[in-house]
């Protein structure tokens, strides 16, 4: 070993969690469930997987548990069926709730354990598949796992699964507590189980697994001293730089962590940042050299790596950052932490069946856990942006998890299709509540994926090979039968990559102008969708050049992944068994292929999105429209072909709604011009769903 790699490991010997290694294998020898906690950087994701897989054999878990551990619980676990001796190595899993996480982690995992990245240890996300076979330490995105319990419910796999950052409460990890809970009863003691959390609801964790035991690494922390500024959140951006530059000026060396709410604001605020320091310093002022960057999900690699190389001597860093630097990535050396009290999430109503982005407040639980970023090298401050009375009224005491505030729809196609038949009865951590699990089943009974008794349908089947939205696979499904199936997987790849527009603000006028003649350029009449995939078509026809993407204002990784999931797309698309779904589109099955792609593809969008059909109101101002199904009105978006054209048909249909934080007028995003008798007898169906039949079935 070089001395880099000593020092790594020294390192690791540092790190909070190394003082309970010994608790920790022996707790999990000795149980089937474990939950560990500690404080963000004490260690867990990093090292847990390397304890389990390089200092645990096989027969350790296959031995049967101690007398006392096995009577806790109330089924057979001291008769793992599957001890065939095939391998020693232990293999583990762990889980992240966010995609950046699961490449992070392995990436530095890898490093560690001195091995290739994709080899010993991996990494598995949607669309991006890095590990192999024998991999012994997987990292995975929750909803992978989730996927990986479809083909293989009782994970033969692997012998240690560990669902880290459990205290998200992300949709997929909770809907793992229940999936992996079965997993390990069904392997009979074969199969360990390690949820591991920040120091939050261990007492329900520990719970639901039979009263597990929680180990608990003690964090070093040092005090920090909290204060609040009175901030108007519309000013967030501007207040953090201030505010940023003023500990700068005034306080002792260390570390600075902004939390800003998306990525778009993060870059703002950088570039804000570089401007201010620029003045102060053309007006002679003396200071000592600043880092400043970014740290967000979408961000490239090596941006990324940036981000955990030590600030020089002298210096100091400044990092605006989103959410995720509140549990799942550290940075070290943070002494001062600026939260601005909000956050960027999901939010969904069952009644209108919006979903959502919405910056909302944050909980109280995330505000200490941001402001425990700065005690964790030295004694620390945080600067909160709101007031002390806010914090404590308008702040809810702990996050919603996602699984109650989120649309459920693909969630119960994935329990469906795992063959359990009663999903309002499904044993959740937390349940959802009757409503919201109706909604979904009402919204899959529309796509007929599942019958009148809650059944799935082969529709419903075929649905779930693709890893997408319920509404999205339909859309691929049917495009077989529309014959428009080429330009339809475009649309979906695009849909499933974030922005593909270099974001420009309107008060950069000129790049604005250039932006808008751009787009007005590749506009297709009456269809965001269509134009979506005249941009695709467009730069596929120069063979994907790069100098196309830049002239245009595309963002280079967005499309690259739109391709690369494009052709994942077409390569599932061709396994599906289009027979057994002919009998859903009959009304396509005579469509002659000559007439115009166009058309076909408008038809074939109504198939997913029918629910969705909006009319416009003349009476209103222009481009307000009233969706069919629940009458809510709704607005089309700026950059919309229908806005930038004036042009407001009678009927579109959107595929995404944005919510304003006033009200619950939506914005369509995305919209598509539909002829009515397309849909005519689509829509008095949405209102005769027998309710009742599918509750008493579900
Ligand atoms: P936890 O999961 O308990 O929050 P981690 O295992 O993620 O802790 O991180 C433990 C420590 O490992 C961090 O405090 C940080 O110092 C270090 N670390 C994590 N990721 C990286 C990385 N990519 N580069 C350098 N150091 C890292
Ligand atoms: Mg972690």
């Known amino acids: 070993p070089t ?25 999990i020898c000795e149980n089937l469930f474990v939950i560990v906690t500690g404080e963000t950087g004490s260690g867990k994701t990093t090292q847990i997987p390397q304890y389990v897989v390089d200092d645990m054999r096989r027969e350790d878990i296959l031995a049967p548990l101690p007398e006392k551990s096995a009577k806790k619980y109330p089924f057979k676990c001291n008769d793992a069926y599957d001890s065939r001796m095939d391998r020693r190595e232990v293999r583990a899993v762990v889980t992240q709730p966010r995609r950046v996480a699961a490449i992070q982690m392995a990436k530095r995992v890898a490093i560690e354990s001195g091995c290739r990245l994709g080899g010993h240890v991996g990494y598995t996300i949607r669309f991006e598949d890095n590990s192999n076979p ?31 950052e459990a205290h998200e409460r992300s949709l997929f990890t909770d809907i793992l507590f229940s999936l992996v809970k079965q997993a390990v009863i069904r392997r009979k003691g074969a199969l360990r189980l390690v949820v591991t959390s920040a120091t939050l609801q261990t007492k329900l964790f520990s719970e639901f697994f039979f009263n597990c035991p929680i180990i608990e690494a003690s964090g070093r922390c040092y005090p920090v001293d909290v204060m609040y500024i009175d901030s108007h959140p519309e000013k967030r951006i501007l207040n953090s730089v201030k505010a940023a530059i003023r500990i700068h000026i005034n306080e002792p060396i260390g570390d600075i962590l902004v939390f800003l709410t998306g990525f778009d604001e ?63 990535l550290t940075v070290d050396g943070i002494a001062y932490v600026i939260d601005c009290g909000l956050v960027k999430q999901k939010v969904h109503n069952p009644e209108t069946g919006m ?102 349908t082969d529709l419903g089947r075929e649905m779930n090979r693709f890893p997408l939205e319920p509404s999205y696979a339909k859309l691929i499904l049917a495009s077989n039968f529309y014959k428009c199936q080429d330009d339809m997987v475009t649309l979906v790849s695009i849909l499933s ?9 309107a008060r950069d006028e000129t790049r604005f102008n250039k932006l808008e003649d751009i787009r007005k350029g590749f506009s297709v009449e009456n269809s965001d969708h269509l134009t979506l995939v005249n941009v695709y ?144 007898k689509k829509i008095p169906m949405l209102e005769k769903v027998d309710m009742e039949r599918l509750e008493y079935a579900g």
């Open 3 to 27: 001395p880099a790699d000593d020092k790594i490991q020294e390192d690791r010997k540092l790190l909070p969690i190394y003082e309970k290694k010994q608790d920790i294998l022996k707790a």
């Open 134 to 164: 024998d991999t012994g330490i997987k990292y995975v995105t929750d909803g992978i796992l989730v996927r990986e319990c479809l083909m293989d419910p009782n994970l033969e796999n692997y012998d240690v699964v560990i669902l880290d």
């Open 266 to 328: 993060c870059d703002k605020a950088c570039k804000m940042c570089h401007e201010e320091l620029m003045k102060l310093h053309e007006s002679g002022k003396e200071m000592a050299p600043m880092l400043i960057m970014p740290l967000y999900g979408s961000m490239n690699t090596k941006q990324q790596n940036q981000i955990f190389q030590k600030t020089p001597e002298g210096s100091r860093k400044i990092v605006f950052c989103t959410n995720i630097a509140e549990t799942s």
């Open 355 to 456: 979903e959502t982005l919405m910056v909302v407040p944050i909980s109280q639980v995330q505000a200490q856990q941001r402001t425990g970023r700065a005690g964790r090298t030295m004694e620390g401050k945080c600067l909160r942006l709101y007031k002390h009375k806010d914090f404590e009224k308008k702040m809810p005491k702990q996050t919603v998890p996602e699984i109650l505030r989120t649309n459920l729809c693909s969630t119960v196609l994935t329990l469906l299709n795992l063959g359990i038949k009663n999903v309002i009865q499904f044993e959740f951590i937390e349940t959802p509540g009757k409503e919201s699990l109706l909604f979904a089943l009402k919204q899959l009974f529309l796509l007929k994926a599942v019958d009148k008794d809650a059944q799935l």
């Open 497 to 505: 990559t974030e922005n593909i527009w270099i974001p420009v603000a």
């Open 537 to 680: 078509q467009s730069w596929k026809d120069t063979r994907y050049s790069e100098s196309f993407l830049r002239k245009n204002f595309l963002l280079f990784r967005a499309m690259k992944q739109a391709r690369k999931i494009r052709e994942q797309l077409l390569e599932i698309s061709d396994r599906i068994h289009y027979k057994n779904v002919e009998k859903y589109f009959e009304s396509a099955l005579g469509l002659s292929d000559d007439g115009p792609t166009e058309k076909r593809f408008r038809r074939c969008m109504t198939e997913g999105f029918y629910m969705n059909a909006a009319r416009h109101i003349k009476a209103q101002k222009e481009g307000t429209y009233l969706t069919a199904h629940d009458k809510i009105i709704v607005k089309v978006d700026r950059w919309s072909v229908f806005d930038m054209f004036s042009n407001y048909p009678d009927w579109l249909l959107y595929t995404e709604l944005a919510g304003t934080m006033t009200g619950n007028k939506g914005i369509m995003r995305l919209a598509t011009d539909i002829k009515v008798k397309w849909i005519e």
